[in-house]
């Protein structure tokens, strides 16, 4: 592996560590209670945080979990330069998916702000712009972290060296 792509792969991985536990570290916040900055989450999930009870802690542990899951993936990727093999797969699937989902939500939430398509319904102008700045876009980031980390290391797991830890 060229030195270029492993360093690139190395920050790209860490780098989208660091933003899914920041990502984790709302939820649980918010899971556990906290309301700073729920006003910008908006909808359903934002009235059921705001609720509280055992189905907004349900679902507040499961988001914390996932994102938690999702960093520890992209660790083991990064610690192993892509030499576990099983790794891939669900880290290029989990970077494509936070791609598109952040991706698709940005793109209409800025269709909607800009006036280019008029919303259905009433509109959270306060939580559509927090959620095309901050939210959605940062799902859109740290799925292109993830795939770059991915991308970076994908033709090391076809090589037959003994994975090292360090």
Known sequence: MGAARLRTGIIAGYA???????????????????TALL??????????????GTAAFALGLGATLLKVAG????????RTRGRVRWVLVPA?????????YGGVLVAVGALVLTGAVEPDSAVDWTALRWHVAIWDLWFLVWGILLTTTTVAFRRQSFVDVPASHG
């Open 39 to 52: 006003d910008t989450v908006g909808g359903e999930v934002g009235d059921l945080a705001r609720r509280g």
């Open 71 to 78: 960093c520890g993936l992209c660790y083991l990727l990064v």
């Open 16 to 34: 989208a560590v660091v933003v899914g536990l920041v990502y984790a570290a709302f939820s649980l916040y918010w899971t556990l209670g906290g």
């Open 92 to 100: 290029a699937l989990g970077g494509c998916l936070l791609i598109v």
